[in-house]
């Protein structure tokens, strides 16, 4: 009881689903290779069987052991079996090389089953002079409704035939009426069972068939989710990275901002253990960008500012260097680990880059392109106060160049106890 509430409740699950899933192209063609590749075994199982049958008739035939046994027609029946089993094989072969389409093979396995089933029929009715039993078309019924999987229209038609045939048949080789009464008693039973039972078996592959196409509809509705969040994390997270980049980038120039700065001088001291590192400033400044925007227009500045920014750039060759958009036409450039000469060099370097850049700027009073005034300092840093003095000193430097006639690099070695040596270009 508990067995068949399952069964309907499954089938109440599915209602509806059930028909989409079994009127569409898919359950057909599967059904068909269901009952095909089953076909074939049994096909093949039965040719032995009536091989066995058939010798063993055919010997007892050539010893003539009983006389009232009719050799000639089990002989006959026994090949008949074998021949059409030989054809099915045949045909599905066909159907496997598509010379036969599908269409066509449904209904040969709807004639194989219905010759098969009234081929049982035949043979107990040729039992009844001998045996009085039903047991061929017995198994042949059970064997039949149960291996192959069709729908109740289909089904019928070798169920109705075979059974047809038989119960027609009866009354003419089963003299008693006694036995032929019970044949139809049991035949009355046992078809209402067999049928039942071919039934039940349909529904459930049935029903194991919508429940497979629905388990695996979610697991692509699933799997598409999961695709789809995949895609959509991929995109947050470029898009968290891009903000990222954003936040710490200086939009006009590209060049790190003042926050990408503060996060970079804290990586270099928790990399060095916060310990004391040599640390060097560059500030520097675009002489008269003023008059250059006044000129030209702040598109044109920005124009340049671009140019600039990228001269500033190349001068970062490791990790441990940064340069920094520091506000309107101000730059810094800051580097741990290197000596002042270097610092220094560097500096000249990059202020006869931005002359050689030759972006015109009439509002000079001292050269007729643009050009720029830097401070650079060198130093011992523990903290992110002693970055700040350096900066500090370095930004006093800058306005030193500035005011000494501008494009030009002032430069000093800084420590705590101000030990201060001077060099100029």
Not at 17 to 37: A, I, P
Not at 355 to 374: A, C, D, Q, R, W
Request: hydrophobic share 45%.
């Amino acid at each position: 009881m508990k067995g068949l509430n399952t069964y309907f409740l499954r089938k109440g699950i599915l209602s509806e689903s059930r028909n989409e899933y079994l009127s569409g192209k898919d359950f057909e063609e599967e059904q068909l290779s269901h009952n095909v590749l089953r076909g074939k075994l049994m096909a093949i199982v039965t040719i032995a069987f009536e091989v066995i049958f058939f010798s063993i008739a055919f010997i007892s035939c050539l010893l003539n052991t009983n006389d009232s046994f009719a050799f000639n027609a089990y002989l006959f029946m026994y090949l008949l079996m074998i021949s059409l089993n030989l054809i099915f094989l045949l045909l599905i072969r066909f159907y496997y090389l598509k010379y036969i389409s599908p269409s066509v093979m449904n209904a040969v396995v709807v004639v194989y089953l219905t010759l098969v089933m009234t081929w049982g029929s035949v043979i107990s009715l040729m039992d009844q002079r001998m045996y009085a039993q039903l047991i061929t078309f017995m198994i042949n019924m059970a064997v039949s409704l149960i291996i192959y999987l069709l729908n109740t229209k289909k089904m019928l038609i070798p169920f109705l035939i075979s059974t047809a045939v038989l119960a027609i048949g009866l009354p003419f080789f089963q003299p008693s009426s006694d036995i032929l009464i019970g044949h139809y008693v049991n035949l009355s039973v046992f078809i209402v069972v067999f049928w039942i039972a071919s039934r039940i078996v349909y529904h459930n592959y049935c029903d194991n068939y919508v429940i497979k196409k629905l388990m695996d509809q979610s697991e692509l509705r699933l799997k598409n989710e999961m695709e789809e969040k995949k895609f959509i994390n991929e995109k947050l997270a470029e898009a968290n990275e891009q903000l990222k980049k954003m936040a710490l980038m200086d939009e006009l120039t590209g060049l790190p901002n003042r926050r990408s700065y503060g996060e970079f001088i804290e990586t270099m001291f928790l990399n060095n253990n916060n310990s004391s590192l040599t640390a060097s400033v560059i500030m520097m400044d675009i002489d008269f960008f003023k008059q250059y925007n006044d000129t030209y227009g702040h598109d044109k500045g920005d124009l340049a500012l671009v140019d600039i920014a990228g001269q500033i750039y190349s001068m970062v060759e490791d990790p441990e260097q940064i340069a920094v958009r520091w506000g309107g036409e101000e730059f810094i450039y800051m580097a741990f680990n290197k000596s002042q000469d270097y610092i220094y060099k560097l500096a000249d370097s990059l202020r006869i880059k931005i002359m050689e850049l030759k972006i015109p700027n009439p509002g000079s009073s001292v050269y007729p392109f643009i050009t720029i005034s830097m401070g650079v300092c060198t130093g011992h840093a523990a903290s992110r106060e002693d970055i700040n003095t350096l900066i500090k000193y370095a930004d006093k430097l800058l306005y030193q160049a500035k005011d000494g006639g501008r494009n030009r690099v002032i430069g000093e070695l800084f420590d705590n106890k101000k030990q201060q040596t001077k060099s100029e270009r």
